[in-house]
């Protein structure tokens, strides 16, 4: 399913980037179930990573293309909703390996409805509700892929939590379960844990009786971390997780999940007890604002953790790393993915929605999440803004231009000051 001979067929459809961009404001073509033998034209809104850099090297484009015969095993989507993720603001700055050389259209996961299936597809059939996992191609509004890349989604499951879930979930369900064999008693940290990681990792963790959690997060986030799981939330800017962690569990815990890198690394290491584990799934530290920074990079990899196998053995820690781009068993990606619909239809995990963005509005989105504001997901939703919505977020905008009470005037400078310094801080383990 992940396996890089089948990555071009999930990331496009063939001609797509040779064709002329038109304006974005253009409406795409609306198409119906496509017999495969059929050539039909077809229009549709992409969002295109035109080169490396901020913001606006993300652009929204129409394409359109004439698709040919649909291959063997393959099934159309028109995609509902896409997951935003860490990895989209690597590949944005050229820092994420797996990514091709732009112009490519990024995301990883998205959820929709089947329009059309090829031959061989005997478990698909057009109308089903479906959510998608695949290395890049998937914020698009129509997407081409195998048939075995498709999950279908329990019938409650909203469209915006089916994109929330494929690789937050699949990754923390793989760390914790898979890696580092989370069981009843044992204690956790997770960095970053009002994140989609974070969320998902807290959720699993309660599903195993008597697991302590412990989640680094600012301060603003500790209530609504703490209501979904979280045992000790710890605010970073303020003061030294490791101090707080060994106040509380003067032996330190039994596993770490670890997407920060460098120091933070050797800190989670010095923090395991004896036969403790530490994953390490990110180097979120790298990232520091919005286009490439080298320095960050350089203090990120010279202080990451050096360790010998002599080292490993005396101090009785084991040490993993996770990467789900390079993980090509399709097998094992499958069973865990029905493993977390049926937790889901259990009621026993739920994806945090933080916000819906609509395609012209990725920018406001992408910088949500690399500000650290987002408490669970940021979610990209491929169909045009309605005028009404357009009109109600003016209206809104326009009420929060009015003059605050007198009273209200300090509270207010005080919030903005303190937004203002969280935007401009330096990436730590936040969530």
């Known amino acids: 399913m992940m396996s890089g001979e089948e990555a071009p067929t999930q990331q496009q459809l063939p001609e797509q980037e040779k064709k002329t961009d038109e304006p974005a404001a253009e409406a795409p073509q609306e198409t119906a179930s496509t017999p495969a033998a059929e050539k039909t034209p077809l229009s549709y809104r992409a969002l295109v990573l035109t080169g490396y850099g901020g913001y606006e090297k993300v652009k929204l484009q129409v394409k359109t293309e004439t698709r040919t015969q649909l291959g063997a095993g393959e099934v159309v989507v028109r995609v509902k909703a896409c997951g935003l993720n860490f990895a989209e603001l690597l590949g944005k700055q050229g820092l994420y390996e797996l990514l091709p050389a732009p112009p490519v259209i990024m995301g990883m996961e998205a959820s929709g409805v089947i329009e059309a299936v090829g031959d061989g597809v005997k478990d698909r059939q057009v109308g089903d509700r479906v959510i998608v996992l695949s290395r890049y191609g998937m914020w698009q509004e129509v997407v081409v892929v195998p048939a075995n890349v498709t999950f279908a989604m329990p019938a409650q499951m909203s469209f915006e939590e089916g994109a929330a879930l494929p690789v937050n979930y699949v990754t923390a369900y793989m760390m914790l379960f898979e890696m580092a064999n989370v069981r009843p008693g044992k204690s956790?940290?997770?960095?970053?844990?009002?994140?989609?990681?974070?969320?998902?990792?807290?959720?699993?963790?309660?599903?195993?009786?008597?697991?302590?959690?412990?989640?680094?997060?600012?301060?603003?986030?500790?209530?609504?971390?703490?209501?979904?799981?979280?045992?000790?939330?710890?605010?970073?800017?303020?003061?030294?997780?490791?101090?707080?962690?060994?106040?509380?569990?003067?032996?330190?815990?039994?596993?770490?999940?670890?997407?920060?890198g460098g120091s933070d690394t050797q800190k989670g290491f010095s923090l395991l007890k004896p036969l403790g584990t530490l994953v390490v799934f990110g180097a979120a530290n790298c990232v520091t604002g919005q286009k490439k920074n080298l320095l960050a990079m350089a203090k990120t990899w010279y202080n990451q953790l050096s360790l010998t196998s002599l080292k490993l053995m005396q101090s009785n820690k084991a040490v993993c790393g996770f990467h789900l781009g390079y993980i090509t068993d399709e097998e094992l990606i499958s069973r865990t993915m029905v493993k977390l619909l049926e937790l889901y239809e259990q009621g026993k995990i739920k994806p945090r929605i933080d916000s819906c963005y609509h395609f012209e509005e990725v920018t406001d989105a992408m910088r949500r999440m690399h500000d650290r504001q987002n408490i669970g997901k940021v979610i990209l939703l491929p169909q045009a803004k309605t005028a009404e919505a357009k009109t109600a977020e003016a209206k809104t905008e326009e009420a929060k231009s009015d003059p605050e009470p007198v009273e209200n005037v300090e509270k207010t400078e005080a919030g903005v000051s303190e937004k203002e310094e969280e935007a401009t801080e330096e990436v730590k383990a936040e969530g």
Do not use: N, W
């Not at 008597?210 to 710890?234: W, Y």
């Not at 970073?236 to 039994?254: A, L, M, N, Q, W």
């Open 188 to 260: 956790v940290l997770i960095h970053m844990a009002a994140g989609g990681v974070g969320v998902a990792v807290t959720q699993l963790c309660r599903t195993v009786s008597d697991v302590t959690v412990f989640g680094t997060a600012s301060a603003t986030k500790h209530e609504t971390i703490a209501q979904g799981g979280v045992t000790h939330p710890i605010d970073y800017r303020t003061k030294d997780y490791v101090e707080e962690i060994r106040k509380i569990s003067p032996k330190g815990v039994d596993i770490v999940l670890d997407p920060l």
